[in-house]
């Protein structure tokens, strides 16, 4: 009985890892801030886009999310605010893609460093698909026949992949090298950006 429930919970959380491991705006914008600000900047946004995926695991834990996708106009709400989000996001990095020069980076001052953890939490927070998302997630770890502490067990142990992953990008993406390829490259990182953070935010409106 206990084999079995460890083997349900490792496809669980195997699928909660492909998610979050899959390329999709977070983990881009993770990678761009990396590359142009810095591993502090990245592990700040990183931290953030956890943040708001545990938000949203609490309540699809306490069934709030349940009953925000039984109402169609709620998602509407949260679909159009992610999707302006994202399109504003795609500005950002259009207008970087424009104006930027080969070589040059834009560091930002260490007190404003934590704007970048605001942005993580809302990257996610706005993104209904993370709603859908954890209550999938929920519906396939709590069976019927679940113990008491498989609830918390899912939620730990999501946290822990979902730091490793999101974390392991900003650091592997702040490294030298590819920070001198950022550098180089900065017009076609951004263009690429822009059009990922667009093409997500027109799919969510």
């Known amino acids: 009985m206990l084999a079995e429930h460890v083997q349900h919970l490792l496809v669980v959380f195997a699928a909660y890892l492909v998610v979050i491991a899959s390329p999709g705006p977070s983990t881009m914008a993770i990678m761009g801030v990396a590359m142009k600000q810095g591993r502090e900047s990245a592990v700040l946004l990183a931290l953030g886009v956890v943040t708001g995926s545990m938000f949203w695991a609490v309540l699809a834990a306490t069934g709030v999310a349940t009953v925000l996708t039984a109402y169609p106009e709620a998602v509407f709400f949260i679909k159009v605010a992610g999707g302006l989000y994202l399109l504003f996001l795609a500005w950002k990095s259009a207008r970087s893609a424009l104006t930027a020069k080969a070589g040059q980076l834009k560091p930002m ?18 993104n209904p698909k993370a709603v859908l998302g954890w209550v999938a997630i929920m519906a396939l770890g709590l069976r019927p026949d679940a113990p008491s502490y498989t609830l918390l067990t899912i939620i730990v142990g999501c946290a822990i992949l979902g730091l490793t992953v999101n974390v392991g990008y900003a650091l592997l993406f702040s490294t030298g090298v590819l920070g001198r390829a950022y550098q180089k490259f900065s017009k076609w990182i951004e263009g690429v950006l822009a059009l990922v953070f667009g093409y997500a935010g027109l799919r969510l409106l």
């Open 109 to 126: 001052a260490p007190a404003r460093k934590v704007v970048f953890y605001r942005r993580g939490v809302l990257l996610h927070m706005s």
